[in-house]
């Protein structure tokens, strides 16, 4: 059995403001260091200070990606002061004066995180179909297909970027939606539909995590090496379930966990990749099912496209597909403008 742990101590360790601001912070996002400094305005030692006492008694756990170490609560039946004391002292934390000012550097904060793969996608749309066939896997590709084709679908894809999925996915007969964030590479997808005469896609400059869409107007969701890009994974994989009808599916392509930091510097990555454990959490606390997981690789390839050239091995890429509970749904797809906030950690 575990030693009960000291109360005193307990409640000593979050008696201080600033490590109940981090608590607070912390229980809504998932943040490194250099976030949270930029977050509170509290220097680096004094933040590193905190964090290692809140992590001491249980309040938090880190994870380490490459250089980085990425900080949030402990799930609070996880918590060894139990699961009540977390929830009091919490609640208490949202009271803080200093909340909305944080709240509003932390929305800075994922702000700076998606627009540097903005800016990168804006730079590199001309290149960027040469470029992802080094590491896209055809197999993949072909399972991607298969998990999502039925006569008449109605697919979502995500993350378009110059829409080189989309003669693909248009092949099945149905319609697509197909929405990127970068008006650069929508324009280049643009073009690549009236050259194809894809006329059943059409295309809309949207965020993952917000999408534009009711509730379960699509059949499928496609979202295919992107969601190492997005400040907010495990908020964008629940948007996507929003928006798929029961019975219909989700399938995402992307990187498994590895150490490459350059990729971060180099392709504006936000995440080294997912572990297995990790991606088909997003999709089962969205409330999909887990239907099918693969992974492929790694490629090594000749020139690769980056400013520095030379050759690069890979990571290995994975496919997940994810299927939501059936029952009848409408059919129809409808664009919304506002809809209710739903928070979510990495």
Excluded: Y
């Excluded at 201080?16 to 601001?21: N, Q």
């Excluded at 880190?62 to 002292?89: C, H, I, M, N, Y």
């Excluded at 504006?268 to 991606?279: D, N, S, T, V």
């Amino acid at each position: 059995m575990h030693a009960q742990p000291d109360p005193a101590a307990l409640f000593h360790s979050v008696s201080d403001e600033c490590r109940l601001r981090l608590l607070r912070l912390l229980a809504r996002e998932e943040l490194n260091v250099q976030e949270l400094v930029a977050a509170t305005g509290l220097s680096q030692p004094r933040v590193s200070k905190h964090l290692g006492v809140l992590r001491d008694h249980g309040w938090l756990v880190q994870r380490k990606e490459g250089t980085r170490s990425w900080q949030r609560t402990v799930d609070p039946t996880a918590f060894p002061g139990g699961e009540d004391l977390f929830r009091t002292v919490l609640a208490a934390a949202g009271g803080l004066a200093s909340g909305a000012d944080d709240d509003a550097r932390v929305a800075a904060v994922l702000a700076e995180r998606n627009a540097g793969s903005r800016d990168f996608f804006a730079a590199i749309a001309d290149r960027w179909d040469d470029f992802r066939s080094q590491f896209e896997h055809p197999d993949l590709r072909v399972g991607m297909v298969a998990a999502l084709a039925a006569p008449g679908i109605r697919v979502l894809d995500i993350g378009t970027g110059t829409g080189a999925l989309l003669p693909v996915l248009a092949a099945a007969g149905g319609t697509v939606v197909a929405i990127d964030n970068s008006a650069v590479m929508l324009a280049r997808a643009t073009a690549l539909c009236r050259r194809q005469g894809l006329e059943r896609v059409r295309l809309c400059n949207a965020d993952s995590v917000g999408l534009p869409f009711r509730d379960a107007c699509f059949d499928a969701c496609n979202c295919a090496m992107v969601l190492h890009h997005v400040a907010r994974p495990a908020q964008a994989v629940l948007e996507m379930a929003r928006v798929i009808r029961p019975g219909g599916r989700l399938t995402v392509t992307t990187f498994c966990r590895h150490d490459q930091e350059w990729m971060r510097r180099e392709l504006a990555h936000q995440w080294l990749g997912f572990e297995r454990e990790e991606i088909e959490g997003f999709l089962t606390a969205a409330g999909l099912e887990v239907v099918n997981h693969v992974r492929r690789g790694p490629v090594t390839t000749g020139e690769n496209g980056l400013p520095g050239g030379g050759k690069v091995d890979w990571p290995e890429v994975q496919l997940v597909t994810g299927a939501r509970p059936s029952f009848e749904a409408e059919d129809t797809i409808e664009w919304i403008h506002k809809r209710p906030n739903q928070g979510a950690n990495r």
